[in-house]
C-alpha cells in the first residue's frame, strides 16, 4: 500500500459498503499497522492459502499476500471439501506479521484431525517463515500477544464423544517463543452461551479486562458473536449479560444473513472496529452462491465496559450487490493475475503453465472434475448474484474421457461444466456436465442426447450468465454470434446450503477454467482470455431505520 496515502479514522469514514469483500470471503481477521489495516479471510481447499486485503480508507480493499504457497507451508491434496485451511488469526507484533492456520482434513463423522500452525514475516506480501506446528485439539486458532512480552493461543477444543455437542470450548496455552512450542497447562477458559457451537476464539486486553470474542450458534442462520471477560487471562470469564453483540438470526428481512465470527481492532484514534462474516441469499430462498463474505460494523465500549454496536452508520450506504463492471484477464506474462486460484495441490506447474504457448493459459489434463488430488480448475470467485464469464479454448481431445472449458464450480457435489470433448464417431462436440448437488455424485448430462457438433478444428468461445439462480451457457464459432446451449440451470444450488451436507458447506461459487484428462496422458487445452462482466447494475435502497435495527439486534 502506498505510505503516502493518508489514514481514516473510523469515526469519520462514513461511506463502508457491506460486504466490504464480496464473494467468499469468510472469518475475518484484522489487525492494524500504522494507518493500513489488514483482514485474513479462510480459503478452505483453494490454494494458495489464506487472502489478506489491506486498505488505509476502509473502503479501496486490496488483495496484497497470499501466504500459504508452498508445500511446506500448505498440502491439501486429499482432503475432503470444505476441509483446508480454516479460520486463519493474523496478528503484528515484535516488528513481524504472525499467523497462524488449521489444515482440516477430516469433515465427516465424529472426529476432526485439526492440525495447527504458525508462520511469520517481517512484511505482509514476503517469503513466511517455514512452519510451527502447534497443536491439532481442534480449529480456529489465534495468538494473543499480552503486554508483559507473553503469547497466548486459543483454539476451540472438538469434543468426539457422542454425548456432546463436539464443541468443547475454548483452549488456552501459552505460546514459547524461543522453543517454538506450546508450554505449559492447557485451560478449558470458556465453555460457551446457552446458544452453543462456541468457536472462532479471539482475545483482546483493554482497561485491565482480558475480552475473549467468540462465534456461536453454528455458521448457518443462527449464528452470532458474543463476548465474555475476565480480569485474569486463565478465567474465569464472565458472560455479557447481552450474550450477543451481533446476530441476524431473529431479522429475516435483513439483507445481510448468518452474520457472525468476528475480530476486533483499535484505530488510530481509539474507535473500534469489527468485521464479522455474513453472507446475501438470493431473493426469497436461504441459499448464498456467493459464499460467506465479510461486512464491517463499529463498536464501543459501553458505560459497563461491554463492547456493543456503536450505532447504525455501517449501514448508512447502501449494502452493495454490484457492480465490479468488466475484468478482462489476458495470459501475456510469467505470472497468473492473483484473482485465481486453484485446487488443494502446492505443485501447479503440474496443473497450468504461461511459458509453454505464450499469450495463453494452458491447462493440462489431469483428474476428474471434482477431484480431491489434483483437478486442473483454473478460477476466481463469482462476486454478485447477476453476473456473465466469457472464454475462448483451443482442445483437441482424442476422445470422450478428454474434456475441457468453462466451468461454475462450488465443489465436487455441485457444478456445472460447459466443455469440448470427442464424441461418437470421432467428432469434437460440446456437452454439458452438471453435479447436481446429491450424495451420489452421479452426474447429469442433459445434452447427452443430443450433443453439439464443432469445427474439427479452432477455438471455441464459450460463455455463461447467471441471474439470480438461473444459468445460461452459450458458444459461439465467430465470438460475435452467440447461440444458446441447453436448458436453464439451476445456480442456486452451487450454494452453501444446497444439497448434499447442507448447512455444512463453507465456500462459495467459483467461475473458470477447466481441462480434465481421465485417461492420464494430460492433454492440454489453451485458452486466450478470462473475461468477468458484473451485471447487477442496482444497489439495495438503504433499509428503512427498524430494518437497520433488525440487522443489529
Not at 31 to 54: K, L, M, N
Not at 145 to 162: P, S, Y
Not at 505 to 526: E, R
Request: proline share 6%; glycine share 10%; net charge negative.
Amino acid at each position: 500500500m502506498a505510505g503516502e496515502t493518508e489514514g481514516v479514522s473510523a469515526r469519520n469514514s462514513n461511506h463502508i459498503r457491506n460486504p466490504f469483500l464480496k464473494g467468499f470471503n469468510p472469518d475475518p481477521c484484522i489487525c492494524r499497522v500504522g494507518d493500513t489495516y489488514y483482514v485474513a479471510t479462510s480459503t478452505f481447499e483453494w490454494y494458495p492459502g489464506v487472502q489478506i486485503h489491506a486498505s488505509k480508507d476502509l473502503q479501496q480493499w486490496e488483495m496484497v499476500s497470499r501466504p500459504l504457497n508452498r508445500a511446506d507451508l500448505l498440502d491439501m491434496r486429499g482432503v475432503p471439501d470444505s476441509c483446508g485451511v480454516w479460520a486463519p488469526g493474523l496478528s503484528y507484533a515484535d516488528g513481524e506479521f504472525w499467523l497462524v492456520y488449521t489444515n482440516v482434513r477430516r469433515f465427516d463423522g465424529d472426529f476432526k484431525d485439526t492440525p495447527n500452525f504458525l508462520t511469520t514475516c517481517d512484511t505482509i506480501d514476503g517469503d513466511w517463515g517455514a512452519p510451527v506446528y502447534l497443536n491439532a485439539s481442534g480449529f480456529d486458532p489465534s495468538l494473543f500477544h499480552d503486554d508483559d512480552g507473553r503469547k497466548w493461543l486459543v483454539n476451540m477444543i472438538w469434543d468426539h464423544r457422542a454425548d456432546r455437542t463436539h464443541f468443547g470450548g475454548i483452549y488456552l496455552q501459552e505460546y514459547d517463543v524461543e522453543a517454538r512450542r506450546l508450554t505449559g497447562p492447557r485451560t478449558n477458559i470458556f465453555k460457551g452461551s446457552p446458544s452453543g457451537f462456541t468457536e472462532a476464539p479471539h482475545l483482546y486486553k483493554v482497561n485491565g479486562y482480558y475480552y475473549l470474542m467468540t462465534a456461536e450458534g453454528g455458521t448457518g442462520y443462527d449464528h452470532a458473536v458474543t463476548i465474555a471477560r475476565s480480569k485474569d487471562i486463565q478465567g474465569p470469564y464472565e458472560l455479557d449479560p447481552a450474550r450477543h453483540i451481533l446476530t441476524a438470526k431473529d431479522s429475516p428481512r435483513s439483507d445481510l444473513q448468518r452474520t457472525g465470527h468476528a475480530s476486533l481492532v483499535q484505530t488510530q484514534d481509539g474507535d473500534w472496529l469489527m468485521p464479522f462474516l455474513c453472507s446475501r441469499p438470493l431473493d426469497g430462498t436461504q441459499r448464498s452462491p456467493l459464499g460467506r463474505e465479510s461486512a464491517l460494523a463499529r463498536v464501543h465500549l459501553d458505560h459497563d465496559g461491554w463492547f456493543k454496536l456503536r450505532d447504525t452508520d455501517f449501514l448508512s450506504a447502501p449494502i452493495v450487490r454490484g457492480n465490479d463492471g468488466v475484468q478482462t484477464y489476458q495470459f501475456d506474462s510469467d505470472r497468473l493475475h492473483q484473482d485465481f486460484q486453484w485446487l488443494r495441490t502446492p505443485h501447479p506447474e503440474r496443473l497450468f503453465s504461461l511459458e509453454d504457448r505464450p499469450g495463453h493459459l494452458r491447462l493440462m489434463g489431469r483428474e476428474s472434475p471434482g477431484s480431491l488430488f489434483e483437478q486442473s480448475l483454473i478460477a476466481r470467485r463469482a462476486s454478485s448474484h447477476a453476473y456473465e464469464v466469457m472464454t475462448s479454448v483451443e482442445f483437441d481431445p482424442e476422445d470422450f474421457q478428454q474434456m475441457a472449458g468453462l466451468m461454475i464450480y462450488y465443489n465436487q457435489h455441485k457444478f456445472h461444466y460447459l466443455n469440448v470433448s470427442r464424441g461418437e464417431g470421432g467428432r469434437r462436440e460440446l456437452s454439458i456436465l452438471s453435479c447436481l448437488a446429491d450424495q451420489s455424485l452421479v452426474s447429469d448430462q442433459p445434452l447427452i442426447d443430443a450433443p453439439i457438433a464443432l469445427p474439427e478444428t479452432g477455438s471455441i468461445s464459450l460463455r455463461a450468465r447467471v441471474t439470480g439462480a438461473e444459468l445460461r451457457f452459450a458458444y459461439a464459432i465467430e465470438a460475435t454470434h452467440w447461440i444458446d446451449v441447453g436448458p436453464v440451470l439451476d445456480a442456486s444450488l452451487l450454494s452453501d446450503e444446497a444439497g448434499k451436507g447442507e448447512g455444512a458447506n463453507f465456500t462459495g461459487t467459483f467461475v473458470g477454467m477447466g481441462c480434465h484428462d481421465l485417461t492420464g496422458q494430460g492433454q492440454p487445452a489453451d485458452f486466450s482470455h478470462f473475461e468477468y462482466r458484473d451485471l447487477s447494475d442496482h444497489r439495495v435502497g438503504e433499509p428503512a431505520a427498524d430494518q437497520l435495527e433488525d440487522v443489529l439486534t
